[in-house]
């Protein structure tokens, strides 16, 4: 079965794709840098897959390093690029950090793909570039707005970076797929969402409000023009997003691709509002949460979420989990976590 190579694959989303890939019976190899990550989910991995995947820690801003490591595996038949920093607000005080970090590291692996007879590549990127979109549902053609931070920069001049390499070279094929909002964890709670310090995302700092780790989540404002005043996103289970990878690189080995660089929008086409989020954990866990309602947060959008049909119809694959599981995993994941401490 084909080798693939998935650079940041113990954190969130790579972890998770991972297990789909080997549950499809792909060879995974993982290069991360535990700089956002930890070993230890590579033993997550394994105890749900029941196979090792094969694991180097590289920091892919060493370029020779990442010549040493193709050099090694010269039978990779693709690569899946999550390694990247995605921490918005740092981003704006570290704009070097991101550029350097988010973008040398694309630059490195895609000249060792052009090196390659054949490669597939499969970037993430986010919803992010479209910004407060005209219309919504949001369409793949949807323009691409002015980025509001650095980290949201590196995502659209990491998508022209690919777009202008395939451009040249016919030997590469390339998918960006555009996540909405990704929550939830295995079903299994043996991987899971590990953020960092205080959480900025709404669902890890409701899971740790109801833990007793956080005294309670502020929700942002309720004056928006939405039916409940509160702002709307698409979240997505993480277990369907990273089957989404696997259909992805799938059209590209098969040659099934339409182009040699295609994007994808990833979310379940529904909005959901913050308040939504809360009834639904609330429904789930049997708990209710500490909330309040404060001023709005610097930056946000009003509402997005995805108009699907190219994913479905284009790409062929489709969301199977609601809101409700994916908060259900959520929770099962925190009380995990606590669990384990
Ligand atoms: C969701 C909603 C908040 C926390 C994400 C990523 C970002 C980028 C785009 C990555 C919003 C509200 C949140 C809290 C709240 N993509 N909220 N209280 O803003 O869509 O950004 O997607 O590539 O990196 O973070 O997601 O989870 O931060 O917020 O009320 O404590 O929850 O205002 O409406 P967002 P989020």
């Known amino acids: 079965m084909?080798?693939?190579?998935?650079?940041?694959?113990?954190?969130?989303?790579?972890?998770?794709?991972v297990v789909e890939l080997q549950n499809e019976g792909y060879e995974v190899v993982i290069v991360d840098d535990l700089s956002n990550s930890s070993i230890d989910v590579l033993d997550g991995i394994t105890a749900i897959t029941d196979k090792k995947p094969l694991?180097?820690?590289l920091d892919l801003k060493d370029k020779t390093g990442v010549e040493r490591f193709f050099a090694k595996h010269q039978d990779i038949k693709g690569v899946i690029h999550f390694a990247a920093s995605k921490a918005v607000g740092e981003s704006v005080n570290?704009?070097?950090?991101y550029y350097e970090n988010n973008l040398s590291t694309l630059i490195y692996i895609l000249k060792e793909l052009k090196k390659l007879p054949e490669?597939?590549?499969?970037?993430s990127s986010s919803c992010t570039v479209y910004g407060q979109a005209d219309e919504l549902p949001i369409t793949e053609n949807a323009p691409v707005k002015q980025a509001e931070s650095p980290y949201g920069n590196t995502k659209q001049i990491g998508e022209e970076i690919i777009g202008d390499t395939c451009k040249v070279t016919p030997t590469l094929k390339a998918i960006t797929l555009r996540y909405f909002n990704p929550i939830g964890s295995h079903e299994s709670a043996k991987i899971g969402e590990l953020p960092?310090?205080?959480p900025q995302n709404l669902v890890?700092?409701?899971?740790?409000?109801a833990i007793g780790l956080r005294e309670q989540l502020s929700v942002f404002g309720d004056d928006y023009p939405t039916h409940d005043g509160t702002c709307i996103r698409d979240y997505i289970h993480v277990v369907d997003l990273a089957k989404a990878h696997v259909v992805a690189l799938g059209r590209l080995l098969k040659n099934k691709n339409g182009s040699n660089y295609e994007t994808f929008n990833l979310g379940t086409?529904?909005?959901?509002?913050?308040?939504?989020?809360?009834?639904s954990f609330e429904r789930v866990s049997g708990k209710k949460l500490n909330y309040k309602i404060v001023g709005r947060r610097e930056g946000d959008i009003i509402s997005a979420y995805a108009d699907t049909n190219k994913a479905n119809n284009?790409?062929?694959?489709k969301t199977q989990l609601s809101l409700d599981e994916a908060m259900r995993s959520a929770w099962l994941w925190e009380q995990k976590v606590k669990s384990s401490k």
């Not at 084909?2 to 794709?17: A, P």
């Open 2 to 17: 084909d080798k693939i190579l998935v650079t940041g694959g113990l954190g969130f989303i790579g972890s998770h794709t």
């Open 55 to 57: 694991f180097e820690k």
């Open 94 to 97: 570290e704009p070097l950090l």
């Open 119 to 123: 490669a597939s590549f499969i970037f």
């Open 196 to 198: 960092i310090g205080v």
């Open 204 to 209: 890890p700092f409701i899971t740790q409000t």
């Open 269 to 279: 086409g529904k909005g959901s509002t913050v308040l939504e989020v809360v009834q």
């Open 314 to 317: 284009v790409l062929g694959w």
